[in-house]
Every structure is written in structure tokens, then in C-alpha cells.
């Protein structure tokens, strides 16, 4: 089965329209459009697999991938590192990996234990000790320097390349789990894992019809957490998301709050995998309520979206794919009536083949067949959408440019034939002049609007940290009346806890709101700054220039608005009283309120600041990144144009020499003007061959935006 036939087609067809308005550009630089071309050979579908831990998902991933035991899926170890498995990308080699390890400042921040790690495990994992998180930290780092010596120091922000490919290999770095250090040699098990920040494995399967990048997580309730952040990062790129579930205990809180979190993102796709179904007594019977209650639960928690919701078993996948010894056992264990009586109610088939059983079984043909569909119906589209619309903004500015021509060339020859040709030669001294000043206009404009637009991005990274801190702060003295409140007459009131707790959920929605806010805010005024530049480039061409210059749309750009999946998770923060030292201890005892609310907002500031600063920076990139797109845009219609008219007044200059030759010249100004009348041909089918191509591209964006 080919996955994502029609993007494929799609991909070609933009890729062959590039190519044809590369050979209509004429002999113009032609940087801008390979450009475009390498942008769309670099698009691939982008899909995570996310799920608790040992829901199956390194299992999924491998038998998705056709390959038994690739990446390691066992009960030990587990995955630790986010691995991005890349597909087909045309730009990556055939096969091998390269792995990143942590750079200085990451892991000088794993290892003071911050609370980073703390928070997500408290929210997590109720009840967490978060000493043992502390503890963990610093294993990881004793880890380190046990398997690696002094030398992991040296590690840090570099990478280890290979140009082969094996499940040894990847065992060295993604995976972790105890015993990988007990008596093993030093060559095994998780060596590098503790330093490795992320894997990327290349490969090149026929079945993907376009390039893919398949990324495997660590669960997400892992205890050992200090990757969350770039297992975070790594879904805020993702398009597609497999969530998967273990049939067992189906959609835990977690779960649903995770699946709001990507549903949530902008024109992404989150598929329902719920794996293991093999586990359940009678699952060919069971399977249905399983899948209804997964359904049903995530209506009432995330109304506006309907999911994709499918059953299988990885495992089965796995078992059919297995050439070794224990194989043949492990399919007939699982080859059994339940299986055949499921495969009839599911699918109303029951392949004649074990094997062909346990696939259809596993699920897998069907998550392939809705993944196709989705990457077909314009996941990541975009990206395409973007490529899309520069595609358009240089077919403006090459019709543009071939209209200006002919209009000269046409003038030229009306000029020859009524042999005026002293005037002419110097208007087109004047048109030179024009065509410079034009070209310099351009540039003062573009670089002008560049610079606006970067300072505000800047600008308003420090407003946003201004307010974002006004809010903390007042939200951390709006909690003084609630202390002062629960202590009266400065003793704790009987009864009560020893610690002074505080609900940070009030003060997450300010910081959402306030975050939304500035986005939306800051996208204004940056559409506004790149649509004033873009119609000021149209009036310099439109002055200078007899022809109307059409206007490129800056439709389509990145982030229409903010979403991210780093978040605030810490819940709520607890402050210990402090109390006055006494002797009276069998009294009720003093409380320092000042103290205690001090140490509060200490306690408040620090444990805020690393997350809060966290999403101002991925809110300001999401703004320089629709700035950056926006301003390519125009950049790039402009040096297509600065091409166009270069080339117009070395041919001006050519022709200006030539008139003046054949001032008195019959046969020579024949020539010419045989030469000129070609010429215009020329352009009069290169403009038609323009018109049709810019109709079939807006054609294809139709289709994708469908
Ligand atoms: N019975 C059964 N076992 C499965 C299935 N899928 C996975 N397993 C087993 O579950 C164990 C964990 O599988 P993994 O694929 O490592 O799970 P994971 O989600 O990647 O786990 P982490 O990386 O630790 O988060 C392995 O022993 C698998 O063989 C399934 O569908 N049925
Ligand atoms: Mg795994």
C-alpha cells in the first residue's frame, strides 16, 4: 500500500510547474525559484506517536515501519529519547543517524533538578515524591560520568554521526532502563542515552509515497521527565499525532489533557490508537465498548473535534513480521478463534494466511489507510500553502517584468520603423536611469520594512515580559488577604494544615490570555507593516511603469495564531508557615504572615520564571516566524523583479548601441526590426504560458486548502 499517493501527485505537480517557470524566467538568476524548489523538496509529512508509558508505542512504530525489533521496545528498557525516524527525505542520506546530545546550558539546567522536571511529575503522578526527581537528576549525571568518565563533559553540544544503520546502535542511545548498567560493558545499553537530547534515524522505504518523519516519544508519564521540553518542541512540530492507548486502561486524565493540547493547535490531526486489544478476555466482543467509552469520553471532554478512533494490536503486527526462532510460536498463540471471530465482526474477513490474519488483526492496515488519507486531505498543508503562494508572488513579478519588456520592445520597434531613432535612443537612456532607481527604491523599502518589523518583534518580547510579570505579581498579592484570612490573630487556627497552599490555575488563564492577546495583537500590526511595504513596492512599479503591478497576496503565512504545547502545569504551589521559635509549643503557635507570604512569592517567582520565559520565547518565535515568511515573501517577488530588470537594461543598452549604428542603415534596421518582432512573440507566449501556469497553481491551492 502506498501512503499518500495524491500529496505525492500534488508534490510533483508543484515541483514540474517550478520547473516550467524556471525555464520561462529566461536567463534571470535563477536562486529564487530553486529555492522555492528545495523548499518543497524538503516538506514531509510529520507524524508523533505519544501515549503512556508502554502503551505499545516503539512496538506500533516498528511494525509500522515493516521492522521486527528496530527501535527498543521491551519491558526494559523504555524509550528515553524523542526519536525522529525520517523517511524518504530527499536531502538526508540513504541510512544512518546522527544523535544530539544536551548542549551546556540544557543539562546545567537538568542537573539543579529544577522545576521543570518537579512540575510536570506533581501534576503527573500525584503524589510524587519529587526528592526522588531530585535524586534522579543527580543518578543521570553520576550516569554520565560513570559510563563516560570526565570526558561526557566534552559531549555536551556535540553529535555522533553514523552512516549505518542498526538496533544496536540505536539500544546506545534512546533507550534507558535499570539493569543497562549492571555488569554490562561499556559499548551497551543506554550508554549515551543520559547525554542524548535527540535521535534522528534516516531510511528509505517505497511504501511512503512522500517524505515522512515519524517521531517515537518517551510515554508521557514517565517519572524520568527532564526531556519533557524537548519532547514538547518536538510535538509543536509535529502535524499528525498517534495517540496510543493500552486497551486495558484506556484515556486516563492525562490523556485527555494531552489530546486537548494538540487537538487544540491549528489544522492538526489526532488519530486514537488503542493498542493491546489482545489483552482483553473476549476482545472480539469487548473491542466495541472499549472504543465506544474512548469515543464517548473524549466527546464529553473535547466536543468541537471528532476523532479517529482505531482498535488493534502492535504486538500481532510484530509477531507477523518475525523471522525468528520463537516466531512461529508466537503467531499461533495468537492466531486463535477470538482473533477470527474479531477479524469477522471488524472487518467481515478472515484471511486464509496466519499471518495476513494477525496483520489485519494488529491494526495496522487500517492506521496506514487513515494516515494516507490524512496526509492526502492536507496535514501539513501549510507549508504548501506557503510554498503555494511564493510560487504566485514570482509569477506576479515575471508577468510583470515580460509586460514591461514587450511594452518597450514594442515601442523599440515603432521607434525603428518610423527611424526616430535619435529620440529614442534617449528615452532609453531615461528608461536605464528609471530601471536603476527603481531597482534602489525597492531595496530601501524591503530593508526598511525588514528592520520595522524585527524591532517590533523585539519590542514587544519586552512588553510581553512587563505584562506577563505585572500579572504574577499581582496575582501573588492577591494572595496576602487569603493568607492574612486563614490566620487569625497571627495563630493557625485549629485544625488547620501546616502549609499555606495556592491555586495557580486562575493565574495560568491570565498568562494564556495574556500570551493570546499579545500574539494577536503583535500579528496585526505586523500584517499591516508587511501589507503597507507590499503595496508600496506596487507604486514605485506602478509610477515608474507605465503597466499595473499586480499585488502578491501575503495570504497563507505561519500562525494565525499562538498555540504551543509547552505549558504551565504546575498546579498549585504549597508554602510551609513559618512560625515564630518558641518555647510554648503546646499553645497555638505564632505565625509570621510577612514572612511566610514573602517566602511565598519567592518561592512563587522562582518556580514560575523558567516556564513563563519558555512560552514568551516560543510566542515571540511564532512571530518572527510569520514576520520572517512575510517579508521572504516580498523579498522574493522583489529580487524577481530586480532580475527581470537587469536583464531589460543590458538588453537597453545592447539595442541603444545597435540604433545608433543603423541611424542610416535600411537593411541593418530591417534586421532589427525582425529581430524586435520575434522578440515580442516570444514574450506574448511566454505571458500566456505565465496566465496558465498561475491558473493551475491557484488550482492546486484550492485543492489543498480542501
Ligand atoms: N500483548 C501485547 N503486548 C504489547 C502490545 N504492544 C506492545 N506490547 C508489549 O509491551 C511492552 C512495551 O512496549 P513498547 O513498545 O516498548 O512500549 P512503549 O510505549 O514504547 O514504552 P515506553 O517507551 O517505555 O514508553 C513490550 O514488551 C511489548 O512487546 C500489544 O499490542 N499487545
Ligand atoms: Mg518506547
New binding site residues.
Given amino acids: 500500500m502506498r501512503i499518500a499517493p495524491l500529496q505525492r501527485q500534488q508534490l510533483d505537480f508543484l515541483s514540474g510547474q517550478l520547473e516550467k517557470l524556471e525555464a520561462m524566467s529566461g536567463t534571470a538568476d535563477r536562486t529564487e525559484l530553486q529555492n522555492l524548489q528545495e523548499r518543497l523538496n524538503g516538506w514531509a509529512a510529520k507524524i508523533a506517536v505519544i501515549?503512556?508509558?508502554?502503551?505499545?508505542?516503539?512496538?506500533?512504530?516498528?511494525a509500522f515501519l515493516g521492522q521486527h525489533d528496530f527501535?527498543?521496545?521491551?519491558?526494559n528498557?523504555?524509550?528515553?529519547v524523542v526519536t525522529n525516524i525520517r523517511i524518504n527525505v530527499p536531502t538526508d542520506p540513504e541510512t544512518g543517524a546522527v544523535f544530539h546530545f544536551f548542549d551546556e546550558k540544557d543539562w546545567a539546567e537538568i542537573m539543579d533538578g529544577s522545576g521543570q522536571i518537579r512540575k510536570m511529575a506533581e501534576e503527573l503522578l500525584p503524589g510524587f515524591n519529587t526528592d526522588i526527581l531530585k535524586q534522579q537528576s543527580e543518578e543521570l549525571r553520576e550516569k554520565a560520568q560513570r559510563r563516560l568518565g570526565d570526558h561526557y563533559k566534552s559531549m555536551l553540544g556535540s553529535k555522533h554521526e553514523y552512516p549505518f544503520l542498526s538496533a544496536d546502535l540505536l539500544k546506545r542511545y534512546v533507550?534507558a532502563g535499570p539493569g543497562s548498567d549492571d555488569g554490562l560493558t561499556r559499548e551497551s545499553l543506554g550508554r549515551y542515552a543520559a547525554l542524548t537530547s535527540d535521535a534522528n534515524v534516516f531510511m528509505r522505504i517505497p511504501e511512503f509515497a512522500v517524505p515522512t518523519i515519524v517521531t517515537?516519544t518517551?510515554?508521557v508519564n514517565?517519572p524520568f521527565l527532564v526531556r519533557d521540553e524537548v519532547t514538547c518542541r518536538s510535538l509543536d512540530n509535529s502535524d499528525v499525532f498517534i495517540v496510543?492507548l493500552s486497551a486495558q486502561q484506556p484515556l486516563t486524565d492525562v490523556d485527555i489533557g494531552l489530546i486537548r493540547i494538540l487537538a487544540q493547535q491549528d489544522g492538526k490531526d489526532v488519530l486514537i490508537f488503542v493498542?493491546?486489544?489482545?489483552?482483553l478476555d473476549g476482545y472480539d466482543t469487548r473491542y466495541e465498548s472499549v472504543a465506544e467509552d474512548v469515543s464517548e469520553r473524549l466527546k464529553k471532554a473535547i466536543p468541537e473535534i471528532e476523532f479517529t478512533i482505531l482498535t488493534?494490536?502492535?504486538?500481532?503486527a510484530?509477531a507477523a513480521l518475525r523471522i525468528d526462532d520463537e516466531a512461529e510460536e508466537v503467531r499461533a498463540n495468537l492466531d486463535t478463534p477470538t482473533l477470527a471471530a474479531y477479524l469477522k465482526k471488524r472487518y467481515g474477513d478472515v484471511p486464509q494466511d496466519r499471518a495476513e490474519r494477525l496483520l489485519l488483526g494488529?491494526g495496522l492496515v487500517d492506521m496506514k489507510r487513515t494516515l494516507s488519507m490524512v496526509i492526502d486531505n492536507g496535514s501539513g498543508s501549510r507549508q504548501i500553502g506557503q510554498i503555494i503562494n511564493d510560487i504566485e508572488a514570482q509569477v506576479a513579478a515575471i508577468t510583470f517584468a515580460t509586460k514591461r519588456e514587450r511594452q518597450s520592445v514594442e515601442d523599440e520597434i515603432t521607434q525603428v520603423r518610423e527611424n526616430k531613432t535619435q529620440g529614442f535612443v534617449a528615452s532609453l537612456a531615461q528608461e536605464i536611469v528609471t530601471v536603476k532607481e527603481a531597482q534602489s527604491d525597492l531595496d530601501f523599502l524591503v530593508a526598511a520594512a525588514n528592520e520595522k518589523v524585527e524591532g517590533l518583534v523585539e519590542g514587544s518580547g519586552t512588553d510581553l515580559a512587563k505584562t506577563l510579570s505585572e500579572k504574577v505579581d499581582s496575582f501573588i498579592d492577591s494572595q496576602r488577604d487569603r493568607l492574612y484570612a486563614l490566620v487569625a490573630d497571627d495563630t493557625l487556627r485549629p485544625g488547620r494544615r501546616g502549609t499555606f497552599d495556592v491555586d495557580l490555575s486562575p493565574l495560568h488563564e491570565k498568562i494564556e490570555a495574556t500570551l493570546h492577546a499579545g500574539f494577536d495583537m503583535v500579528r496585526d500590526r505586523i500584517d499591516s507593516l508587511l501589507a503597507s511595504c507590499m503595496r508600496d513596492c506596487g507604486s514605485i512599479l506602478n509610477e515608474n511603469f507605465d503597466d499595473t503591478f499586480e499585488l502578491p497576496s501575503l495570504d497563507g503565512l505561519p500562525f494565525d495564531t499562538f498555540s504551543t504545547t509547552l505549558s504551565m502545569s504546575k498546579k498549585s504551589l504549597q508554602t510551609t508557615f513559618e512560625t515564630e521559635k518558641s518555647w510554648t509549643f503546646w499553645r497555638a503557635q505564632k505565625v509570621d504572615k510577612e514572612k511566610t507570604f514573602e517566602t511565598m512569592r519567592t518561592l512563587a517567582i522562582a518556580e514560575l520564571q523558567a516556564p513563563i520565559e519558555k512560552l514568551m520565547l516560543a510566542c515571540m518565535k511564532a512571530q518572527s516566524d510569520r514576520a520572517a515568511a512575510g517579508i521572504e515573501r516580498i523579498k522574493v517577488m522583489q529580487a524577481m523583479l530586480e532580475k527581470a530588470l537587469v536583464e531589460r537594461k543590458e538588453r537597453l543598452k545592447e539595442d541603444q548601441a545597435l540604433l545608433e549604428a543603423a541611424a542610416n542603415d535600411e537593411t541593418a534596421r530591417a534586421q532589427m526590426l525582425e529581430r524586435l518582432n520575434g522578440h515580442v512573440d516570444t514574450l506574448n507566449k511566454r505571458l500566456h504560458d505565465l496566465a496558465t501556469l498561475e491558473n493551475s497553481v491557484v488550482g492546486a491551492q484550492i485543492t489543498e486548502a480542501a
Fill in positions: 501515549g503512556q508509558v508502554k502503551a505499545g508505542k516503539s512496538t506500533f512504530l516498528n527501535l527498543p521496545s521491551d519491558v528498557p523504555w524509550t528515553s533507550c517515537d518517551p510515554g514517565d496510543v493498542n493491546r486489544i489482545d489483552e488493534g494490536s502492535a504486538f500481532m510484530d494488529s
